[in-house]
Antibody
């Protein structure tokens, strides 16, 4: 069955780095653009980043530009989010999600919690 | 870009219908027929319930429907059931390969 499984979350100090991974299975990974979406505790969803099929084209929400890098390894069916210079306001559950051609998110992972705190 | 505007909460009794609005701008909701809606139960990942404005994925109840007028999209849930109690989020493509979510609406079934 089509599935996304995130990993790599944890508790880190401000200014440090963390890399999240999202393992895809059950579908042809390189046929889909992939997203990261986050949700701060008790808050709403926020789109974070997208990477297109071959990994060359990417886009980010303004608040993470220059600090986060989305990437993918199609040979490993895995999506990544490298997060540098982390701030307290980056604390959230991070979800990976698959993009359909109708520009929505049809498959979601279970999420991984990132806590930035001193 | 600011988040799309949704009411913080709505409520209804079993069997009733409720509507959740989602207001954006002419750069997002009003410019594209690409609004989607998500249901999120506590501690769970969001689930797609409406895509491309008014289409339902396979397996989603036909009690869920959606529409759009100008810069405002709406989700209607008819025949409310206890299991519909959840948070609901709208999302719109916003151009330049970016997406915007609404702030979310908590639905309480009385």
């Amino acid at each position: 069955q089509e599935q996304l499984v995130e990993s790599g979350g944890g508790v880190v100090q401000p200014g440090t780095s963390l890399r999240l991974s999202c393992a895809a299975s059950g579908f042809t990974f390189n046929n889909y653009a992939m997203h990261w979406v986050r949700q701060a505790p008790g808050k709403g969803l926020e789109w974070v980043a997208v990477v297109w099929y071959d990994g060359k084209d990417k886009e980010y929400v303004g608040s993470v530009k220059g600090r986060f890098t989305i990437s993918r390894d199609n040979s490993k069916n895995t999506l990544y989010l490298q997060m540098n210079s982390l701030r307290a306001e980056d604390t959230a559950v991070y979800y990976c999600a698959r993009r359909q051609n109708t520009d929505d998110f049809d498959i979601w992972g279970q999420g991984t919690l990132v806590t930035v705190s001193s | 870009q600011s988040a799309l505007t949704q009411p913080a909460s709505v409520s209804g009794s079993p069997g009733q219908s409720i509507t959740i609005s989602c207001t954006g701008t002419s750069s997002d909701v009003g410019n594209y027929n690409l609004v989607s809606w998500y249901q999120q139960r506590p501690g769970k990942a969001p689930k797609l319930i409406i895509y491309e404005g008014n289409k339902r994925p396979s397996g989603v109840s036909n009690r869920f429907s959606a529409s759009k007028s100008g810069n405002t999209a709406s989700l209607t849930i008819s025949g409310l059931q206890a299991e519909d109690e959840a948070d609901y989020y709208c999302c719109s493509y916003a151009g330049f390969t970016t997406w915007l979510f609404g702030g979310g609406t908590k639905l309480t079934v009385l």
